[in-house]
């Protein structure tokens, strides 16, 4: 099972971005995929979170900013990132739980880097 992250980039304070992450390889169903950040000297937080049926969560500092999304037919998940601020600055990683054959467990993708500027 492999995740890759994409959509990363440099935009200017108050821009936006819509990042992507397809899961790929031998999958029996995907439950609950999410968006943790990381900026540099600080932990990875988690940003967002969604359920197989659509149920979403969000952290309180991109409410009403970060909307989150997947399509299961084609096993991706997104991020669609507005009026994004430079604090917004990280190296946005995915996750997902992933149902296999054999297993149930968590997987990462790599992250791809969005920083704002200001």
């Known amino acids: 099972v492999q995740l890759q992250a994409s959509g990363g980039g440099l935009v200017q304070a108050g821009g936006s971005l819509r990042l992507s992450c397809a899961a790929s390889g031998s999958i029996f169903s995907i439950d609950v995929m999410g968006w943790y950040r990381q900026a540099p000297g600080k932990q990875r937080e988690l940003v967002a979170t969604i359920t197989s049926s659509g149920t979403t969560n969000y952290v309180d500092s991109v409410k009403g900013r970060f909307t989150i999304s997947r399509d299961n037919a084609k096993r991706t998940m997104y991020l669609q990132m507005n009026s994004l601020k430079p604090e917004d600055t990280a190296v946005y990683f995915c996750?997902?739980?992933?149902?296999?054959?054999?297993?149930?467990?968590?997987?990462w993708g790599q992250g791809t880097q969005v920083t704002v500027s200001s």
């Open positions: 996750n997902a739980v992933v149902a296999t054959t054999i297993s149930v467990k968590g997987y």
